[in-house]
């Protein structure tokens, strides 16, 4: 069982509406993740959270949001997203925010753009 | 520009065969993890190396980080069908944002019983 609870594990939406991916961890990580990865390809990194402060924005558009309520939590709201965002959108967690430490992932919220 | 290059991008195999996978890059990584993905679910952490020139063993997987520290591979002795997944290496670069990891290109493993 993942230690990193990813919310819902299946989304389709329509163009025009506002949904949220909700991620969870309570293994006192300081760093939280968002990741979009396309089937057989790896993730690509889309946000970093250091101690819940945005550090890292891959130039991702703005229709993707995210939100840091606190340690623990982590969510991504989406607003008039594109068929192109149809993907397993990923969450990872690390003790601390450095490259040297591994990262916990969830099994993602599998997202279908109509 | 992908930094990290991995070979081969597919591998389908027998039950029992060896196989080796690389992972290539022309930066230097102060260290480099390696990850498993199942269907259906996200990456698992398999091993990291930080040294130049370690090996780590994982029962029937073997790691190694190159001595210059730009490469590394994954050897995995008589593979099962339990072996079949998605595998990334993934490095954090000398100097570049602390807190990201660089996946690499990925090799799809499918191990036939």
């Known amino acids: 069982d993942t230690e990193v609870t990813q919310t819902p594990k299946h989304l389709v939406m329509g163009m025009t509406n506002k949904k949220s991916l909700k991620c969870e961890q309570h293994?006192?990580?300081?760093?939280m993740y968002w990741y979009k990865q396309k089937a057989k390809k790896p993730p690509e990194l889309m946000f970093v959270?250091?101690?819940?402060?945005?550090?890292i924005n891959e130039s991702v558009p703005s229709r993707f949001s995210p939100e840091c309520p606190n340690s623990s939590l982590l969510n991504l709201h989406l607003h008039a997203l594109q068929p192109e965002d149809s993907a397993l959108y990923l969450c990872?967690?690390?003790?601390?925010?450095?490259?040297?430490?591994?990262?916990?992932f969830g099994d993602g919220t599998r997202l279908s753009i109509l | 520009t992908q930094l990290l290059e991995q070979s081969p991008q597919f591998l389908s195999i027998q039950e029992g065969e060896n196989l080796t996978v690389y992972c290539n890059s022309s930066?230097?990584?102060?260290?480099l993890q390696w990850y498993r993905q199942e269907p259906g679910e996200g990456p698992v952490l398999l091993v990291t190396?930080?040294?130049?020139?370690e090996v780590k063993k994982l029962k029937r997987l073997t790691f190694q980080f190159g001595d210059a520290r730009k490469d590394s591979s994954l050897h995995i002795t008589a593979a099962q069908p339990g072996d079949t997944g998605l595998y990334l290496c993934?490095?954090?670069?000398?100097?570049?944002?602390?807190?990201?990891?660089?996946f690499g290109t990925g090799t799809l493993l499918a191990v036939q019983p």
């Open positions: 959270y250091s101690y819940e402060k945005l550090s």
């Open positions: 990872a967690s690390s003790q601390e925010p450095t490259g040297y430490q591994p990262q916990h």
């Open positions: 293994m006192g990580h300081r760093a």
């Open positions: 993934a490095g954090a670069r000398y100097g570049g944002a602390t807190n990201k990891l660089i």
């Open positions: 190396v930080v040294t130049g020139g």
């Open positions: 930066s230097v990584f102060s260290s």
